[in-house]
Every structure is written in C-alpha cells, then in structure tokens.
C-alpha cells in the first residue's frame, strides 16, 4: 500500500480538543488521559510537531493533561508490545515509536524504512498517521 501524504492530523485534533476544552471553562473531564494523550504529547515535541507548532491554548491543554495524569503518566507506557515492523521482536513501549492514528507501535530500527511526511515524521504504513514517541 502506498502511504497517504496527507495523514490524519493530530494537530487538528489537539487543537479542536483544546478549544472545546477551553470553551468549556478548561473543564478538567475534557482532558484526555489516556494513549490518545501520549501520541498528543509525543507529537508535540516530535520533529513534525515542532515544525508545525500548537497555537498556546492547545499547549495549555497538552500541559494541564499532563499534569492532571501525573504520575499516572509513567504508568501508561510500561509494557512490551511486538514490533510492527519487520524485526517480530518485542520491545518496551519506552524503545517504539506509535503511530498517531492507528496506534501501531515500530521499532526505531524498522521506522527507517519508513516514508517522511511533508512535516519530518515519518509515516504509518497504515497510511492516516505518523510515527511518534
């Protein structure tokens, strides 16, 4: 399968998340705690994340979902999962990049295979995500 060049945007997510959450008074039930944060917050500081940037609400949220999580961050990427890749091997998530759509994690070895989107991640090869983490 040829991968999509235009995946599906996280930022546009994380942004249209952070705007509700802040139109809603920052309620604190809008903030994701959960992988969906992780991908967020990888992509973030990811290559691509930094090119494109968030918009300082959006950082906000990002942060207040962090905080809230607190040590309960730690927590979600403790585990092994396979390689999606071509390795079969089995890494912890701490060692996988994940892709932001289909939440697929590749190791850093088979991730070089990988295409680049127009941002400098690299693509899923489910074809709607980029690689993060």
């Not at 396979?82 to 990049?97: F, I, P, Q, R, V």
């Not at 990988?114 to 995500?129: D, I, S, T």
Request: one cysteine or more.
């Amino acid at each position: 399968m040829e991968p999509n060049t235009h995946p599906v945007r996280i930022r546009s997510q994380i942004e249209d998340r952070a705007a509700a959450w802040a139109a809603a008074g920052k309620n604190p039930d809008l903030l994701w705690q959960d992988w969906t944060f992780l991908v967020a917050w990888w992509w973030s500081s990811s290559p691509g994340g930094k090119a494109e940037g968030l918009s300082a609400i959006a950082q906000a949220f990002l942060t207040a979902c962090r905080e809230r999580l607190g040590t309960g961050y730690a927590a979600l990427f403790r585990g092994k999962e396979e390689c999606g890749g071509s390795c079969g091997w089995t890494w912890k998530y701490e060692n996988l990049a994940f892709c932001t759509a289909c939440r697929r994690g590749v190791c850093h070895g088979c991730l070089e295979t990988h295409p680049r989107a127009a941002n400098g991640n690299r693509l899923c090869r489910c074809g709607e995500g980029e690689m993060v983490g």
